[in-house]
């Protein structure tokens, strides 16, 4: 739908967070040439690091070392508070649709806040350490978490409850769902093992030369990933071997997200040399991309989320059926029903049910 395209394509932006504690956020100009990222908003709340970065159509949210998530809300354009739970540094961040933010942190807590009020809805004790990473499955019925306690853990986000636990033998730093939801990637230091959903075991594992730092999914069968060297490589996860490498930066790559035009995806990548970079790329053909775009913040560049006000996550409405074509993904997600996640039994809560009211502290 090329006239979705061209609305998006207008009105598009680049968050990103640095060392130097600031957030930049960039308007993205598009033409058929080149691309240009204009300087939009900085802002300068936090007393630390900036750790990670998510957006939603609304709000931008921004973690750090120390230990607050600023938010930002870009209808008003203006700073929106601090949300203040987690202790220590906050290490990932994500939305789901427009209604809920998690967030993970070095407490081992994984917080679950609605969008609306700003309070925190759960709050989980999810690692015996920290959190490194989690993902929210497409459906919003599902979270992955990897900690530093070697284990991968799968949470039923209706009623806050651990599903299934994996013990890795090593500490994984990674963890995020295909779009589709039928299978996951977790990163351990340089490799990334493939898992599917339906058996929670690894079909395929490939090694990246450095430490993988971010990645992305392109599609439901291309990863982007980036690591501690100045190239990005793709790989075809159904085979499990990388497809295309090119050379992004003069240092190492620290972040990388992406989103769909009409018939080609564009890469967004950011690094410690400052520079943030579009690059567009045709995910059938997979020749090595084109650089449309590049800004020089001038920082040392921590993360990166690209925010569309068109954004392309799945909201709550949208049923699990038809947020995947895995058959068995629908039976796992499926309401009342019993469910078999690699011979660990789990079901799943009715969500019509009234919740009850839980006061927790902020």
């Given at each position: 739908d090329?006239?979705?395209g061209?609305?998006?394509a207008?009105?598009?932006g680049?968050?990103?967070?640095?060392?130097?504690?600031?957030?930049?956020g960039?308007?993205?100009?598009t033409?058929?040439?080149e691309w240009?990222?204009?300087?939009?908003?900085t802002?300068?709340?936090?007393?630390?690091s900036i750790s990670?970065v998510?957006?939603?159509?609304?709000?931008?949210?921004?973690?750090?070392?120390?230990?607050t998530?600023q938010?930002?809300?870009?209808?008003?354009r203006?700073?929106h508070?601090?949300?203040?739970h987690h202790d220590?540094?906050?290490?990932?961040?994500q939305?789901?649709?427009?209604?809920?933010?998690l967030?993970?942190?070095?407490?081992?807590?994984?917080?679950?806040?609605?969008?609306?009020?700003?309070?925190?809805?759960?709050?989980?004790?999810?690692?015996?350490g920290?959190?490194?990473?989690?993902?929210?499955?497409?459906?919003?019925k599902?979270a992955?978490?990897?900690?530093?306690?070697?284990t991968l853990?799968?949470?039923n986000?209706i009623n806050?409850r651990s599903?299934f636990?994996?013990?890795?033998?090593?500490?994984?730093?990674i963890?995020r769902?295909?779009p589709?939801g039928?299978r996951y990637v977790?990163?351990?230091?340089d490799?990334?093992?493939?898992?599917?959903l339906e058996?929670a075991?690894?079909?395929g594992t490939v090694t990246n030369?450095?430490?993988?730092s971010s990645l992305k999914?392109?599609?439901?069968?291309?990863?982007a990933?980036?690591g501690?060297?100045e190239?990005?490589r793709?790989?075809?996860?159904d085979?499990?071997?990388?497809?295309?490498e090119f050379k992004?930066?003069e240092?190492?790559?620290?972040?990388?997200d992406?989103?769909?035009?009409?018939?080609?995806?564009?890469?967004?990548?950011?690094?410690?040399?400052?520079?943030?970079?579009?690059?567009?790329?045709?995910l059938?053909?997979l020749?090595?991309?084109?650089?449309?775009?590049?800004?020089?913040t001038s920082?040392r560049?921590t993360?990166?989320?690209?925010?569309t006000?068109s954004?392309e996550?799945?909201?709550d409405e949208k049923?699990?059926s038809?947020?995947?074509?895995?058959?068995?993904?629908?039976?796992?997600?499926?309401k009342?029903?019993?469910?078999?996640?690699?011979?660990e039994?789990?079901i799943l809560?009715?969500?019509s049910?009234?919740?009850?009211k839980?006061?927790?502290?902020q």
């Amino acid at each position: 739908d090329s006239s979705r395209g061209s609305i998006m394509a207008a009105v598009l932006g680049l968050v990103a967070g640095s060392y130097e504690q600031i957030i930049f956020g960039y308007r993205v100009k598009t033409a058929e040439k080149e691309w240009t990222a204009e300087a939009d908003f900085t802002h300068h709340t936090h007393t630390a690091s900036i750790s990670a970065v998510a957006a939603s159509q609304r709000f931008v949210a921004t973690g750090s070392k120390d230990e607050t998530i600023q938010l930002y809300d870009m209808k008003k354009r203006t700073e929106h508070g601090a949300l203040l739970h987690h202790d220590g540094t906050i290490t990932c961040l994500q939305f789901y649709g427009e209604s809920h933010l998690l967030s993970g942190g070095e407490d081992g807590l994984m917080c679950v806040w609605s969008t609306k009020k700003w309070e925190c809805l759960k709050s989980i004790k999810a690692h015996k350490g920290h959190v490194t990473s989690l993902s929210v499955h497409p459906s919003g019925k599902l979270a992955l978490s990897v900690g530093t306690d070697k284990t991968l853990r799968t949470w039923n986000l209706i009623n806050g409850r651990s599903a299934f636990i994996k013990n890795i033998k090593q500490n994984a730093h990674i963890v995020r769902w295909s779009p589709d939801g039928d299978r996951y990637v977790a990163v351990i230091n340089d490799k990334v093992d493939i898992y599917k959903l339906e058996t929670a075991s690894v079909t395929g594992t490939v090694t990246n030369p450095k430490r993988i730092s971010s990645l992305k999914f392109l599609n439901n069968s291309i990863l982007a990933v980036a690591g501690d060297d100045e190239s990005v490589r793709l790989c075809d996860v159904d085979k499990a071997e990388w497809v295309c490498e090119f050379k992004a930066h003069e240092t190492r790559v620290k972040a990388v997200d992406s989103f769909s035009m009409e018939d080609y995806c564009v890469l967004v990548t950011a690094s410690n040399d400052g520079f943030i970079k579009m690059w567009k790329i045709h995910l059938k053909e997979l020749e090595s991309p084109t650089l449309l775009g590049e800004v020089n913040t001038s920082a040392r560049l921590t993360c990166l989320a690209v925010w569309t006000p068109s954004s392309e996550q799945q909201t709550d409405e949208k049923p699990a059926s038809e947020a995947t074509t895995s058959k068995e993904l629908t039976q796992v997600l499926g309401k009342k029903r019993r469910v078999q996640i690699a011979a660990e039994e789990v079901i799943l809560e009715d969500e019509s049910k009234p919740k009850k009211k839980k006061s927790g502290k902020q």
